[in-house]
Each structure stands twice: as C-alpha cells, then as structure tokens.
C-alpha cells in the first residue's frame, strides 16, 4: 500500500509544477485522496462486500467531488489533477500513468447489468477537463481526449479526439520530424503539437477571405483615384449609360 502511495505522490510531483512538497501532495491533493480510497472501496468490491464498497466510495464523493465506482479498476501511477466532477463507471478500466482533469466522465451508454458499458483507457492517456467518454470501447495507449469532447467511439494508440462528437486525428507516422523527446514529454491537458484539420481548414478559409477583401479595398481605392483623373468637361453622351461610360473611360486609362 505504502509503495503505491509513494508511486501517486512521485507521479504528481513529475507531473503538477504547482506541487511543491511531499507533504502538500499527501495533505492538499483531493485526486490522491479519492484514489487511495478508491482501492479501499475496490478491495471490499472485489471480495464481495458490496454494501461497505459503496459508503466509502460515497464517502470519497462528498470528501473530494470525485466519484469513483468501487468496482472500476485504476491502474498505478495515475494522476488526477484537480480532480472536482469527475465521475467513472463501474465496468471503467483505467491504465498505468494516464492522466485524467477536472468534470470528465467515463460513463455508458448502455442499461444492460453484466455487459461491459463504460470505456477502457489504455497506458498513458490524457483525458481534459470537461471530456465525455462514453460507451465500451478503449481508448489507446497514449492517446489524448480534448478538453469538452463527447467521445463516442474507439481511438487508436497515439491519436487525438477532439470536438462535438469527437474526431480522431491520426497520430504522426513513425519516423516523423518531430522530436523522440518531445513524443515522451507530459503534455498538459492534452494539448499537442499538432491541430484539428477542420479547425485548420475554416482558419484558411477565414484567411483567403480576408485576402479577398484587401484586393476588393484596393481595387476600390484604384478605381476612385482613376475617376477622380477624369479631363474637365468629359461627360458621357446620349446614348451612353453613366456606367458604360465610366467603364470606357477606365479601360482607356488603363491602357
């Protein structure tokens, strides 16, 4: 037990730079609380004693804001950061090293009692704060799910979901530029090097819009100069509109 807890403190210290002490991980971090309670409640689960299971799980509840089905299993070295909202499953599985935030769910979508309805999170997953992971799929290792997502089905190992429902973007191939120590450096909230294609797309249309107009404002101010350079006493005859003969005297100009 005591190993374990000496596991949950090292990792948040790695992990949080607002940790500064040993003794402030073990006294002011509620995630670490609702963990080592969580084991508690999961040994009396899994030997039958439903009923205890359950009181020390609510007990952690109402202590630290997070809510943990005693009959979820939780891996080492998990790290959860501030932690209030937080609700997982009982068929939940959760794995060595992941890191989960604040208001994320890890719940099902089915009513059926026996059957697996919540998801698996495979090693080292970053699940952000206010994410929805939903239904009995896994998520896999290294993967990350962005902040607010509603994640609906599986992701594969390394990849990102991100949006409403969630989209996977694809993990870069291997041999890649990036740099192997950036690959292995914790990453906050998820957040990662790479970006949401659709987010990328709307931000170049935005730009070849914007690109549009300054051409328009420029041909505008092209045209105003040209006019304003028209001879005294040139005005357009009977049989001419006043837009015949300002597009006539334009072309004639420009020539």
Known sequence: MFERLREDIACILERDPAARSKWEVLT???????????????????????????????????????????????????????????????????????????GVTLGGTSLYKGTKRHPTLGKGVVVSAGAKVLGGFTVGDGARVGANAVLLKPVPPGATAVG???????????????????????????????????????????????????????????????SAAKPEGCVPTDAQTKEDFDADHLKQLMR
């Open 28 to 102: 002011c971090y509620p995630g670490l609380h609702a963990l080592v309670l969580h084991r508690w409640a999961h040994s009396c689960w899994t030997h039958g004693w439903h009923w205890p299971a359950r009181f020390i799980s609510n007990v952690a509840r109402w202590w630290t804001g997070i809510e943990l089905h005693p009959g979820a299993v939780i891996g080492r070295r998990v790290f959860i950061d501030h932690g209030m909202g937080i609700v997982v499953g009982e068929t939940a599985e959760i794995g060595d090293e992941c890191t989960i935030y604040q």
């Open 164 to 226: 409403i429902p969630a989209r996977i973007i694809e993990a870069a191939a291997e041999g890649a530029a990036e740099d192997a120590s950036v690959k292995r450096r914790f990453s906050a909230y998820g957040v990662t090097l790479g970006d949401d294609p659709v987010a990328q797309a709307m931000r170049g249309l935005i730009d070849h819009t914007a690109g549009h107009e300054h051409q328009i404002a420029l041909l505008w101010a092209a045209i105003e100069k040209l």
